[in-house]
């Protein structure tokens, strides 16, 4: 099965969470957007076509033979058992989706924190209300989040190395791609942080270490973070 | 298979899309926090419980049998096979699903309107912030949201009064707490935005007379919108 992705083309943003489980399985997959020979139209086509029975509201979204996707966490939890990224039962599942949502939440808010108003205006339209927003998330909403995961880590690795033992699943990734986005975005505060939280940073560098993983950040494929983003870095927020 | 919910005491907030399937099923279900046998320390001794594998990071959340499930549009999932208020095959589940993500975002951002900055600093701490989000919410967000719905039941109902045609779903439940909702936040904005979006609206009169639903409705099961909830009425944030 090649599985279409369909996402902006110049930032990571929620289509990287689809993009780490695909490179990291070895999965045959297209970037539309990023594909020359598909571009930004094959992505309007889709929004824009009054014959598609099931419209997305907005990317990411996956084509999977007749299947089209879209929510980030509906995507991750159609794709893991067919990527071999989560454990069969439904319980497991049940849970993993549970988490994945609650990543969800934790990347919504961090967005928010440059654009507390509204996503139509400019940064610069709503910085003061930013930094106030920034300074929340920064002092309440992260070490929430953060001690959350670790807890997770600690309660349920049974002593193996990620979220679910000794099997990697999408939400490892998710959690990798978190803490490499924290670190961006707000240097100061997770330099501050991290040493609270070892599981999650053991976790960030395992998946980091992992061979497909570590040749996909290095090609041009991953694209570099950047002030379009949802992890963006003003270094008033931290101030 | 009596179900368990776990949810605040006093307000609708994300647990009325969990009550309003269970009681349009007729299902046999506890709502603890307001059970005088249970009461407010059954959920906190979920929550603080270091012996918890699967600890939810808020609630709602609900227990069936040994499962423990959070994030609401998970629980809805889980619940909707079982209550027969979702359609069988894949595709449909990924379908409801999805939209159910997106009437979760839909709320998110509903109260986002009133605690823009931080959901731990009181509505009179971020009113000024409050005024600017909620312009945009009911200028660009409202309509964006409606007409996406709208344009589903369009393409989707196949003559039939619901989602996915002839039978209702827990989307369907859900579209019509958001419209309450709206109506008691937003009465001027719903008032005006309305008639644009007639399929919603029909839905919503029929959901709200199907016999169960009616019968919760006028009970003291349900509980009445107040300013501690997620939809809010503050008449400045409609000027």
């Known amino acids: 099965m090649r599985y279409e992705l369909y ?3 110049s930032i990571q943003g929620r289509g990287e969470f689809i993009r780490l489980p695909l490179e ?7 970037d539309i957007a990023r594909d020359p020979k598909f571009g930004r139209p094959g992505i309007m086509k889709f929004l824009e076509d009054p014959s598609l029975e099931h419209p997305p509201f907005a990317p990411p979204f996956l084509k999977a033979g007749k299947l089209l996707i879209s929510q980030t966490a509906n995507i991750l939890q159609f794709l893991a058992p067919r990527l071999d990224l989560v454990p069969k039962s439904e ?3 049940l849970w993993a989706h549970q988490l994945q949502l609650t990543i969800a939440d934790w990347l ?3 967005g928010q924190t440059h654009h ?3 996503n139509v205006l400019y940064y610069e339209e709503q910085t003061a209300e930013a930094k106030k927003r920034a300074a929340n998330f920064t002092s309440n909403r992260m070490p929430k989040f953060l001690g959350y995961f670790e807890k997770i880590l600690k309660r349920n690795s049974k002593g193996g190395d990620f979220a679910f033992g000794k099997k990697v699943s999408y939400v490892d990734l998710s959690l990798f791609q978190m803490i490499e986005g924290l670190r961006y975005a707000f240097p100061k505060t997770m330099a501050k942080l991290e040493p609270q939280y070892p599981r999650l940073i053991a976790l960030h560098d395992r998946i980091k270490a992992r061979p497909r993983i570590a040749a996909y950040l290095s090609s041009p494929r991953r694209l570099p973070f950047n002030q379009q983003d949802i992890f963006r870095h003003y270094p008033e927020l931290e101030e």
């Open 91 to 93: 319980a497991s599942r």
């Open 7 to 9: 996402y902006q083309p």
């Open 108 to 110: 919504y808010e961090t």
């Open 24 to 30: 990291d399985s070895g999965a045959d997959y297209v």
């Open 116 to 118: 507390p108003i509204a």
